[in-house]
């Protein structure tokens, strides 16, 4: 089976990449760490928005870096510090989650707590993605969590093939093939977001369909027996 494989944990230092706009100046590496303002060495996530800030998520929370200094959110009602999974909304704002089920969300340039996910995780782990800039999934035990950012429309998706009281423990949401909105599950392989369900997804022998877009240059995926 496919086994997932984040390397991004064991970063010590992140490096950017600054690119000059004269022709014929060589690039310029510019190395940043707790020596810089970083709150923490242990980097769990990067994301560029729309504007080109980064966002880093790490193991005292999140950050955001201008190319000159950071700027480190935070929550009073967080249950533990650590973010990741980190995406942007149509409206522009940044979405992450911790490991003890909170989903957050920074606002007007403050942390919010969107929701509290732990009663329904045995992991106390939630992986979140945003398609489309508007659709907000939530990966539960039982369920995958849905909402319409635009028009509020809230649901539980879960496929038709199994019980309502059965797992459906989603560890990976990603998008695939064609801009397929890809689940890969615990227990029971790949499936899909089609026509507002959850269906099974025909795998390719050999294959892993997810390959993450912002994430490419800290995150593996490799196949072999688990």
């Known amino acids: ?25 060589s690039p310029v590496y510019k190395k940043l760490g707790v020596e810089s303002g970083l709150p ?13 800030l980064v966002w880093i998520g790490h193991r005292k929370g999140i950050s955001s870096f201008d190319g000159s200094t950071f700027k480190t959110y ?6 533990s510090l650590a973010l990741s999974d980190i995406h942007q909304d149509y409206l522009g ?25 732990n009663s329904n995780l045995i992991s106390n782990y939630s992986s979140i993605f945003i398609y489309r800039g508007k659709e907000l999934f939530i990966s539960e035990d039982y369920a995958v ?30 998008k695939g093939p ?10 029971s392989g790949f499936y899909e977001y089609k026509d507002s369900e959850i269906v099974p997804y025909k795998l390719i022998e050999n294959q892993n369909p997810i ?16």
């Open 74 to 79: 935070s929550n009073p009602k967080q249950s």
């Open 40 to 52: 923490s060495s242990e980097v769990l996530d990067l994301f560029t928005d729309n504007k080109g």
């Open 93 to 117: 704002r940044i979405w992450c989650h911790n490991f003890t089920g909170q989903v957050f969300y920074i606002d007007n340039d403050s942390l919010k707590l969107f929701e509290d996910f």
């Open 1 to 25: 089976m496919f086994k997932f494989i984040s390397l991004k944990p064991y970063l010590l230092v992140i490096t950017f990449f600054l690119c000059h706009l004269s022709y014929g100046q």
């Open 145 to 174: 969590f849905y909402k319409n950012l635009e028009t509020g429309t809230i649901k539980k998706l879960k496929p038709k093939d199994h019980a309502k009281d059965s797992a459906f423990r989603v560890t990976l949401i990603e």
């Open 178 to 187: 064609s801009q397929k909105l890809l689940f890969q599950t615990y227990y």
């Open 211 to 226: 390959l993450p877009e912002h994430k490419n240059e800290v995150m593996r995926f490799i196949s072999g027996p688990e």
